[in-house]
């Protein structure tokens, strides 16, 4: 029974978030090429930004910061690394820390955030429905904390989501397409065994501009596999006891640069709440008692952008809309998800250490 339950599982395939009736109605083949093009472009674009120096990045407003309400650091590798060997040990080997544990890494690797302010769409809130029924971000700022796991050579690893929201990305004319209502930007940490952080990234909350910071202990093997998109690395993130600060642009609220707070000047930091992401899914609602902030296909009504009439050959349903965990399609060429267990390693391999090469 146990070999039978065993082999219905492996036969088990989840749809991904890709259609690929869009893709043969669109000329995939064909249409895909000016797509790889652009995103050719908006990287050369992103690699000239994050080698501009920090002092000479522009500022459109005035830069702000948001960190967490804890003032510090917390747990050190060595804990952190206790509470991953012991919450992994199950038949599966999979880290579980207990809430707990979760919220002390949750709070250990917490970012500043350090925003262009130069518009109230720059100013992260909490989502709510207003009284009218509609989705808005106001109030005070709040980052929602997810748990998420990935595989690498022959270990599962911990990560940590944190997503951060705007009211809106403000329209730049009549001809953009990418701007509209609401606003999200991921970070994760992807945890080593030995506790330190292995690999950082970022994306936005529609599944775009999905950026990789590698610390000293990964190195990139493959910046695209197949007919794909190349990954994005702007930079890596050396080691530092101090909370990492992540540059975001203002209106559209890309990740402009990674830094240790140790390397900033002294601005004065308001503070954020974490709040468990499954929050989002139950929230108060003024005609229907509550609901979630997401809609049945995993988007939050009223964040549709215009380039869904542009970009749908590329098969991702409503391209550029706010979406749920496990909707975030991150390629417009290829295939790619955020939530993809395979992912990290796919793309990434373990730096051998002098000592381990001896060894070996």
């Given at each position: 029974a146990a070999?039978?339950?065993?082999?219905?599982l492996?036969?088990?395939?989840?749809?991904?978030?890709?259609?690929r009736?869009?893709r043969?109605?669109?000329l995939?083949?064909l249409?895909?090429q000016?797509f790889l093009?652009?995103?050719h472009?908006?990287h050369?674009e992103?690699?000239?930004?994050f080698a501009?120096?920090?002092?000479?990045?522009?500022v459109a407003?005035?830069?702000?910061?948001v960190?967490?309400?804890g003032t510090s650091?917390g747990?050190?590798?060595?804990?952190?690394a206790?509470i991953?060997?012991?919450?992994?040990r199950n038949p599966l080997?999979i880290?579980l820390?207990?809430?707990?544990?979760?919220a002390?890494l949750?709070?250990?690797h917490?970012?500043?955030?350090?925003?262009?302010?130069?518009?109230?769409?720059?100013?992260?809130?909490?989502?709510?429905?207003?009284?009218?029924?509609?989705?808005?971000?106001d109030?005070?700022?709040a980052?929602?904390?997810?748990a998420?796991?990935t595989?690498?050579y022959?270990?599962?690893?911990?990560?940590?989501?944190?997503?951060?929201w705007?009211?809106?990305r403000p329209?730049?004319g009549?001809?953009?397409l990418?701007?509209?209502r609401l606003?999200?930007?991921i970070?994760?940490?992807t945890?080593?065994?030995?506790g330190?952080?292995?690999?950082?990234?970022s994306?936005?909350?529609c599944?775009?501009?999905?950026?990789f910071y590698p610390?000293?202990?990964a190195?990139?093997?493959?910046?695209y596999r197949g007919?794909?998109e190349?990954?994005?690395v702007?930079?890596s993130?050396?080691?530092g006891?101090?909370?990492?600060?992540?540059?975001?642009?203002?209106?559209?609220?890309?990740v402009e640069?990674?830094y240790r707070?140790e390397s900033?000047?002294n601005?004065?930091a308001?503070t954020?709440t974490l709040e468990?992401y499954d929050?989002?899914?139950?929230?108060?609602?003024?005609?229907?008692?509550?609901?979630s902030?997401?809609?049945?296909?995993?988007?939050v009504?009223?964040?549709?952008?215009?380039?869904?009439w542009?970009?749908?050959?590329?098969g991702?349903?409503e391209?550029?809309?706010?979406r749920q965990?496990?909707?975030?399609a991150?390629?417009?060429?290829?295939?790619?998800h955020?939530d993809d267990?395979?992912?990290m390693?796919?793309y990434f391999?373990?730096?051998?250490t002098?000592a381990?090469r001896?060894?070996?």
């Amino acid at each position: 029974a146990a070999g039978t339950r065993r082999a219905a599982l492996t036969r088990v395939r989840v749809p991904d978030a890709y259609r690929r009736t869009l893709r043969i109605l669109g000329l995939y083949p064909l249409s895909s090429q000016p797509f790889l093009l652009g995103v050719h472009g908006l990287h050369r674009e992103t690699e000239r930004v994050f080698a501009t120096p920090l002092d000479g990045l522009p500022v459109a407003g005035r830069l702000v910061r948001v960190g967490p309400a804890g003032t510090s650091a917390g747990t050190s590798p060595d804990t952190a690394a206790a509470i991953l060997a012991r919450s992994a040990r199950n038949p599966l080997g999979i880290p579980l820390p207990d809430d707990a544990a979760l919220a002390e890494l949750f709070e250990r690797h917490a970012p500043i955030w350090e925003i262009d302010v130069g518009t109230d769409s720059d100013s992260p809130g909490t989502p709510r429905f207003d009284p009218a029924g509609r989705v808005v971000v106001d109030g005070a700022p709040a980052v929602f904390t997810l748990a998420s796991h990935t595989r690498w050579y022959g270990e599962t690893l911990l990560q940590l989501n944190y997503l951060i929201w705007f009211p809106a990305r403000p329209r730049t004319g009549p001809f953009d397409l990418v701007g509209g209502r609401l606003d999200g930007v991921i970070w994760r940490v992807t945890l080593g065994p030995d506790g330190r952080p292995l690999i950082y990234d970022s994306v936005h909350a529609c599944g775009c501009y999905h950026k990789f910071y590698p610390t000293p202990r990964a190195r990139l093997v493959a910046s695209y596999r197949g007919w794909e998109e190349p990954l994005l690395v702007p930079q890596s993130i050396p080691d530092g006891p101090d909370r990492l600060v992540i540059r975001l642009s203002s209106g559209s609220h890309y990740v402009e640069r990674v830094y240790r707070a140790e390397s900033a000047r002294n601005r004065q930091a308001s503070t954020y709440t974490l709040e468990d992401y499954d929050r989002l899914r139950s929230l108060p609602h003024p005609e229907h008692g509550r609901r979630s902030l997401f809609d049945p296909d995993g988007i939050v009504p009223g964040s549709e952008r215009r380039e869904r009439w542009l970009f749908w050959p590329m098969g991702i349903p409503e391209p550029g809309a706010m979406r749920q965990w496990g909707q975030h399609a991150t390629a417009f060429v290829g295939r790619r998800h955020f939530d993809d267990p395979g992912l990290m390693a796919r793309y990434f391999a373990p730096v051998e250490t002098p000592a381990k090469r001896r060894s070996d």
